[in-house]
């Protein structure tokens, strides 16, 4: 019997499951056309209850709305695919659960000047009004390795992305 099969045929409750809800550009080739990813951030929300978890996904989904209606050329980051794990998977209206965003970044000065910007005070205004608390969110920074430099977070320089991610670019 596979793996797979025994979880699923097993007593066990059943296995936490995220489930796409927003296409990002690792999906849509045509959404990241020719650009390279220099850096990817992976953003996770824990939403208390079934409301949040809406609210969190449609302040997303208005935001990429906004994202897509730029000119190319200003595009130097996207976002990649939204996931939600719900806390009861067999009935998602109970309960909370977390979104999972990841942000592609395509350009490395611009990361190094904006990867912080998710605790910025706009986006802690918008995770307010949406009522997810600053403890319930974590972002966490990836460098490409053809851009990284790897040293010891505290040789790293002061930009918050870097500090995050522990190297240097």
Avoid at 79 to 105: K, M, Q, R, S
Avoid at 112 to 131: C, D, L, N, W
Avoid at 132 to 153: D, G, K, N, R
């Amino acid at each position: 019997m596979s793996v797979l099969e025994s979880i699923l045929s097993s007593s066990t409750p059943t296995p936490r499951t995220r489930v796409q809800v927003l296409t990002g550009e690792s999906s849509d080739p045509a959404r990241r056309g020719d650009k390279t990813v220099v850096a990817f951030s992976d953003c996770r929300y824990r939403c208390a209850d079934f409301a949040t978890l809406v609210a969190c996904v449609d302040a997303i989904k208005d935001s990429d709305d906004k994202l897509r209606a730029r000119p190319e050329d200003l595009m130097l980051w996207d976002w990649d695919n939204t996931y939600v794990e719900f806390d009861h998977p067999d009935t998602p209206g109970v309960g909370g659960g977390t979104v999972y965003l990841g942000v592609a970044w395509y350009d490395q000065e611009f990361f190094t000047e904006r990867g912080g910007a998710g605790f910025s005070r706009m986006h802690q205004k918008v995770y307010q009004m949406i009522g997810i608390p600053e403890e319930a969110i974590t972002i966490q920074h990836y460098l490409c390795a053809e851009v990284a430099e790897f040293q010891a977070a505290e040789q790293a320089p002061n930009s918050p992305a870097a500090l995050m991610a522990g190297v240097t670019i």
